[in-house]
């Protein structure tokens, strides 16, 4: 069945004349707009009086944070030197070429200069803006999904799919796994979290993001496939390079949740 609902999705959402607008680009709009709403909705909740154009402009840093971190971030960490012999290249964006963590280092540095140019507190920002990051990442992998590309390994679970550009033999759809994993239940923990009131401690969230993300990643690349122009860095079926960079973020998470837990500061607008 999932097979079949594969083969009858289109990349293509719509197209007005020369306009063609993808499932992709929409799932882009449609998180960082989710992001928005759930930084506006927590600072409402927890009691901490931020207005719009704050959260405009935050989330906008954000914006050009994860679309500049993240193509670096790939072209830096998969591009197997590609990038250094032809730079130019790098401003090639639409021809794919997106990392997660590279994406998210730049969310955090372009939402801390954002922070400091507003006068906010930067890790109750972080704590807020991160809460809502896994509806992006939902709405990412299920667009992976569609456009048929980071598929898995082959297998004969019930639910595999025979993607186009994966020899045509049944595989598991991993983009999918990190939909469900990375996104609906990362979603579910860090709201669940966030409707305490009074908030757990100033970077509490954000170490759960961080663990539970690299968790999440490391377990899933098991399964899916690496790039091919990297291929396993220990062998045949050992070690990707998305379970290298996920490692420092299991290891960043827990040292924040131990921040978090020894220094108990309450979550607070301006330093």
């Known amino acids: 069945m999932l097979n079949e609902l594969w083969q009858a999705l289109d990349p293509v959402a719509f197209s007005l004349g020369p306009l063609v607008v993808r499932w992709y680009s929409l799932a882009y709009i449609a998180g ?14 927890w009691g901490i009086p931020l207005d719009g154009d704050e959260v405009y402009v935050v989330v906008m840093a954000c914006v050009l944070g ?21 730079p130019l290249d790098v401003l090639k ?17 372009a939402g801390w200069v954002a922070c400091r140019r507003l006068g906010l507190e930067f890790l109750t920002m972080a704590d807020m803006v991160v809460c809502g990051v896994p509806a992006g990442l ?22 595999a799919v025979c993607f186009d550009s994966g020899g045509g033999v049944p595989r598991h759809p991993s983009q999918l796994y990190e939909a469900l994993l990375e996104g609906l239940v990362l979603l579910c923990v860090l ?4 409707r305490r009131v009074p908030p757990l401690p100033q970077g509490s969230y954000l170490g759960v993001f961080f663990l539970l993300y690299g968790t999440f990643r490391f377990l899933v ?10 291929g396993y860095l220990l ?22 949740l131990a921040f978090a837990a020894r220094t108990r500061r309450p979550q607070r607008l301006r330093p």
């Open 32 to 45: 960082f707009a989710l992001v928005a709403l759930v930084t506006w909705r927590l600072s409402r909740r």
């Open 66 to 86: 994860v679309i500049v971190g993240g193509r670096l971030g790939y072209c830096l960490f998969y591009g197997d030197g590609h990038y250094l012999a032809h």
């Open 93 to 109: 964006v639409y021809e794919g070429g997106m990392s997660f963590h590279g994406g998210f280092a730049g969310c955090l540095l």
């Open 138 to 159: 939902f709405f990412g992998r299920l667009a992976n999904f569609v456009n048929g590309e980071l598929w898995g390994k082959p297998t004969d679970v019930a639910w």
């Open 191 to 194: 709201l669940w979290l966030a």
């Open 221 to 230: 690349e098991f399964v899916r496939l690496p790039d091919a122009q990297l």
């Open 235 to 256: 062998g045949t079926g050992w070690l990707t390079m998305g379970q290298v960079l996920s490692v420092p973020l299991v290891l960043v998470g827990v040292a924040l």
